[in-house]
């Protein structure tokens, strides 16, 4: 009945996620059904990644903005965090590690932030759109390599229409292991890539509390940001705050003010106007 409802990689998940290697697994119907939306949610994105790929030529000289400095520091970590928690027999921490940063940090986080670069090339220029695209076709790769062992149906699917021909194995069940490229760990970009994400989120926050779309522009918004150094952090990347955000005229003070707090950063917040 499982099967024939949700389907395999939907149970699969409830089976690795239910508990640790040798304790009893309780059967829950809401963790079936979490596997199937997860399914849902990550053939969205692959969906999205696909349609933003079709320009894409591999090899391009990119334009490395800090949201993507940002993510491919993170993969590279979750991928230390999959590989040892299924070295040890984990599989409850290794799906729950790539469920929540394909949920919550790419699909949630990243890809949001990036879309209006990727809509706006001409604006934005051709290098900094060929930058997310680049992060986006590698990022997903390397998430339904991680994926695969418990989620082999969906992952495969996706595998064979985007990237079998690029790869050249017939299968993504006989290509190798990924092994963290550590040269690509940033620790400094992720923390900086955590401040703007903070900033993105709070704002996208209060428009959805206020009941408002969150393509609705925004007419002006002041950052309180507390200190020079993050003023500073938030300057540089004013461009994919004001874009993810709709905002249409950013003021950005370093000194601690009014308003909204910005959940993660305390010292920082803002003021909207619509």
Known sequence: DILNEYGTDAARQWAASGGATGSDVPFRWPDVEYGRRFLTKLWNAARFVSNQL???KAGGKCDFQLL???ILSKAEKLTQRVTEALEKCQFNIAIEEMRNFTWHTFCDQYIEATKDRLY???????????AAQFTLYNVLYRLIQLLAPIIPHVTEEIYQTMYAEDVRQKSLQLTSWPEPDIGRIDEEAQRKGDLVMGVITEIRREKAEKRKS???????VKIYAGNSKFASIISENREDIAGTCKILQLEILSEKGKG???Q????????SEY
């Open 260 to 262: 909204r707090q910005v």
């Open 54 to 56: 079709k320009n894409y």
């Open 214 to 220: 969150l393509n609705t522009p925004i007419k002006r």
């Open 120 to 130: 706006k090339p001409e604006l934005y220029g051709e290098e900094k759109s060929e």
């Open 264 to 271: 993660e950063f305390p010292e920082m917040s803002f003021v």
């Open 68 to 70: 993507d400095k940002w």
